[in-house]
């Protein structure tokens, strides 16, 4: 069994960035009731320009409160069509960070590669490699989805209050002047 740790700071407020987690989950899914993921690793995992690998995961999770005010998803993902990819196990840690308007995530967890002794040679020369290009990968496309996601909420807000400024300005009765 092999490890895999990540993080990434998210100019999203720790407030809203779970409900976005979740939101992100459902969103990168097809609409089927399962709920399917796909894993890129740009340049495989070598720094190859231009070369990329994908592959489509089934994604289980859970969320509950962690310790030191955080929450936690726990997450499992397996292959969607079989084949020579490894199952993972790992959390997802949403925790705040040093502003209001940032948050940190912290992808950790296991991973078995698949092919009993040939899989952990594959995996200790290029494996692992390819295992912490796809935690990088997914946790920024993670990280673009909750900024757009908290851009939209905050333009609803601004918009809102404008809204009801607006409406405040013209249902005022009008000054008479006295001549």
Not at 56 to 67: A, N
Request: glycine fraction near 8%; charged fraction near 25%; include cysteine.
């Amino acid at each position: 069994m092999s490890t895999l740790k990540e993080t990434v700071v998210v100019q999203t407020p720790f407030a809203q960035a779970a409900d976005l987690i979740e939101r992100f989950f459902i969103a990168s899914s097809p609409a089927d009731a399962v709920l399917t993921l796909r894993l890129t690793v740009p340049g495989a995992g070598l720094g190859v320009g231009g070369f990329a690998l994908a592959h489509d995961v089934v994604v289980s999770f859970r969320r509950s409160e962690g310790r030191n005010q955080t929450i936690v998803f726990e997450i499992h993902w397996e292959s969607a069509d079989g084949g020579l990819y490894p199952t993972c196990d790992c959390t997802l840690t949403v925790a705040e960070d040093e502003t209001y308007e940032s948050c940190r995530l912290i992808l950790e967890g296991k991973y078995t590669p698949p092919g009993w002794v040939a899989g952990a040679v594959f995996d200790a020369v290029l494996g692992s490699r390819i295992a912490d290009a796809t935690a990088k990968e997914l946790l920024e496309r993670m990280r673009s989805f909750l900024l757009a996601g908290y851009e939209e909420t905050e333009l609803a807000k601004r918009l809102k209050v404008e809204e009801v400024l607006h409406g405040r300005a013209s249902a005022r009765p009008q000054a008479r002047t006295v001549s």
